[in-house]
């Protein structure tokens, strides 16, 4: 089975565009989670959606939105890019939605964003 | 609020010999689980072990052992025979009931395996 793929892997923006990442989780994983990892820093969580619906938010301004499609696969978009939105956007799939013991997330190998 | 902190920002150890890398966290939940993940340069995240909060033993996975001092809330990563293909970042991590699958990552450790 294909792991949790991400697109693209790399891209370069500038200040004021807009960008949309997209994520295909694993097969028949129905939650992703999308993390911001910038240079030197450990991920930060930015959103979870399950089934279609957020299921949670991290300290992200509203720039950030994301949803996620009847195929579970996810985008998340980011308008008005700010040179510090320069980062690594990790996709993170479960097959469950909220906490139990023991159930690891699957990462993609993430999309570098670079803002000039 | 949930914390995770790494206080070693870097790390050698020599080929075959076994590392420790150092994980405390915060929290008043007494429902959470604990994850060490590997982070090569390519840049995706490697589950590497778990431990719950109500576990009685310490994790253990092939060369990776995690010990688990409740008490003192360290989750420590212990790779024993390190090998050169050890030499990554790596991330300790906290999920706590009642938040669905946000993960709480630590500032990280980057460790090289010396030949």
């Known amino acids: 089975d294909a792991g949790v793929t991400q697109s693209p892997t790399h891209l370069i923006k500038t200040r004021g565009q807009q960008v949309t990442l997209r994520c295909s989780p694993i097969s028949g994983h129905k939650s992703v989670s999308w993390y911001q990892q910038v240079l030197g820093q450990g991920p930060q969580f930015i959103f979870q959606y399950y089934e279609k619906e957020e299921r949670g938010r991290g300290n992200f301004p509203d720039r950030f939105s994301a949803r996620q499609f009847p195929n579970y696969s996810s985008e998340l978009n980011v308008n008005a890019l700010l040179l510090g939105d320069s980062a690594l956007y990790l996709c993170?799939?479960?097959?469950?939605?909220?906490?139990?013991?023991?159930?690891?997330?699957?990462f993609g190998q993430g999309t570098r964003l670079t803002v000039v | 609020a949930q914390k995770i902190t790494q206080t070693q920002p870097g790390m050698f150890v020599q080929e075959k010999e076994a590392v420790t890398l150092d994980c405390t966290y915060d929290?008043?939940?007494?429902?959470?689980?604990l994850f060490w993940y590997k982070q090569p340069s390519s840049g995706e995240m490697i589950f590497l072990i778990y431990q719950g909060s109500y576990d009685q033993q310490n994790a253990t996975e092939g060369r990776y052992s995690l010990n688990f001092q409740k008490a003192r809330k360290s989750a420590n990563l212990v790779i024993s025979a390190s090998q050169l293909g050890d030499s990554a970042m790596y991330f300790c991590?906290?999920?706590?009931?009642?938040?669905?699958?946000?993960?709480?990552f630590g500032a990280g450790t980057i460790l090289r395996v010396k030949s």
């Open positions: 993170a799939s479960s097959s469950v939605h909220t906490y139990t013991e023991n159930t690891e997330a699957f």
């Open positions: 991590a906290m999920r706590l009931r009642g938040q669905g699958n946000k993960l709480v």
């Open positions: 929290t008043s939940d007494p429902s959470y689980g």
